[in-house]
């Protein structure tokens, strides 16, 4: 243990890059897609159309939203840049044509650093309280 006692903590979710990879160890992405333009109606329009909430795409870990200056910054963890590749052909950009969204995006791709949920338990009220929550 160290002086401020961080070394103690139980953390049940975490991941340290800076290892050297081993066998079966999980590799994660983190994509950041910043998206111009778009309004709560839009975002909420595109997300009714993908199922996404309901019919998760299998390689994605984690979805986060959080309103910028002009728009919204979408980051989100996912099992390989593939899968999210593969999620944007098959069900973004068709969700996206068919609700006659054209927006400005840039998206950008990096391992996975380091990750920790101290407060993992509390998530599922932290999704209910989200204001872009699915309104059911």
């Not at 986060?64 to 593969?86: C, H, K, M, P, Q």
């Amino acid at each position: 243990m160290d002086e401020a006692g961080i070394f103690e903590r139980d953390c049940t979710l975490c991941f340290d890059s800076r290892q050297s990879p081993k066998e079966n160890q999980i590799m994660a992405f983190i994509t950041t897609i910043d998206v111009l333009g778009l309004t709560p109606t839009e975002y909420r329009a595109v997300l009714d159309k993908m199922g996404v909430e309901t019919n998760p795409e299998p390689g994605l870990y984690l979805h986060l939203t959080a309103r910028i200056d002009g728009g919204y910054r979408i980051t989100e963890v996912w099992d390989s840049t593939e899968n999210f590749d593969a999620f944007m052909k098959a069900r973004l950009a068709p969700a996206a044509v068919a609700i006659g969204l054209q927006r400005e995006m840039a998206i950008t791709q990096e391992p996975l650093y380091n990750i920790f949920a101290p407060r993992l338990e509390e998530m599922p009220a932290l999704v209910e309280s989200a204001e872009g929550r699915p309104r059911h």
